[in-house]
């Protein structure tokens, strides 16, 4: 039997698109996303995606019943404290935060010394209070944390903030940041070699995938005394691409540009001279 690698990922929830997508951008067909299967078989890949609740995926990958797993850092470290983390996926990204009601007033973490503190994080949380010298008591729930105060449950919050409007529909301010989180791929200890190389390809093709979507190819005509200054402005893996156009004096220049310096890049371009500026995602970038 040939070896296979088996990857865990959110069945349906936040992380679960991302996931499926960056799998299905790395060249893996597992056919259609039919709800309520728990186990895909990928047809030109040596993978097994097993469709599971989040929680539970670092509870999987640790007793190796998975070999892999996509999950929030928040989730992986509080199920296993000391999981793998192969690589830093880079979505979902995510804080934990403490919280209390907005009309209190808010000095620093001190302030937390003896009072009840709502959490489904108990233990990224406990860390983070004895790293800083202050006990609390915990209180774990599972859900709808943010209620707790209002329910006279506890005094502040413990939760994962995005945008901050949960906190604030709930008359709630966040005053300190525990965790900050992102999607990460976790592994089990001691993968079998076999199984250890299938997630270096799969890793060599996930690098791939994400920096061809950080960065675009550019494509620009300018007249041969501009090229100087344009060269100076285009940050290209090496050199750009300088080709003569048939019109005598011009030429085309072609280079990769990163995504964050994509409009200020472009203004400076058309500033330097550059003209029919041509900007093309590129779909897999290696090394
Ligand atoms: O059903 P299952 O157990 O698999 O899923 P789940 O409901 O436990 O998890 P899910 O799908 O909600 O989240 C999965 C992971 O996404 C989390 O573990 C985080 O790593 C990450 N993530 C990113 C988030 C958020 N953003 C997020 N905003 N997880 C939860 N939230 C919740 C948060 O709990 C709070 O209720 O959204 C609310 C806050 O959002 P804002 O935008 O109002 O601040
Ligand atoms: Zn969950």
């Keep these: 039997m040939t070896n296979k690698i088996r990857i865990a990922v959110q069945k349906s929830g936040r992380l679960s698109e991302a996931s499926l997508a960056l799998i299905k951008e790395c060249g893996i067909d597992f056919g259609g996303t039919g709800t309520g299967r728990l186990k895909a078989e990928a047809s030109n890949f040596p993978a097994e995606i097993l469709f599971l609740r989040d929680d539970d995926i670092p509870g999987y990958v640790a007793d190796g019943v998975a070999d892999i797993g996509i999950v929030g850092e928040n989730v992986a470290i509080e199920k296993s404290p000391n999981t793998n983390i192969v690589y830093r996926l880079g979505f979902s990204k995510c804080r934990l935060s403490l919280a209390i009601p907005k009309g209190e007033i808010y000095t620093n973490l001190t302030d937390f010394e003896g009072k009840d503190i709502a959490t489904s994080y108990p233990k990224l949380l406990q860390n983070y209070l004895k790293e800083n010298n202050v006990s609390a008591k915990i209180h774990e729930i599972s859900g709808s944390v943010e209620i707790a105060p209002s329910i006279g449950l506890a005094y502040g919050i413990c939760d994962i903030v995005s945008s901050g409007s949960t906190l604030l529909s709930n008359g709630l301010k966040e005053v300190e940041v525990v965790f900050r989180s992102e999607a990460v791929m976790i592994s089990a200890d001691n993968l079998p070699a076999e199984k250890q190389k299938i997630l270096e390809k799969l890793l060599f093709r996930i690098r791939a995938v994400q920096s061809a979507q ?13 090229i100087d200054e344009i060269v100076q402005i285009l940050p290209g893996i090496k050199s750009p691409t300088i ?32 003209e029919g500026i041509l900007v093309i995602p590129i779909e897999k970038m290696i090394g």
């Design 214 to 226: 950080k960065n675009k190819y550019i494509l620009l005509n300018a007249p041969n005394s501009q």
């Design 243 to 274: 080709l003569p156009l048939a019109v005598d004096g011009w030429s085309s220049l072609h280079s990769v540009i990163n995504e964050d310096d994509f409009w200020d890049i472009i203004e400076n371009l058309k500033n330097a001279g550059a």
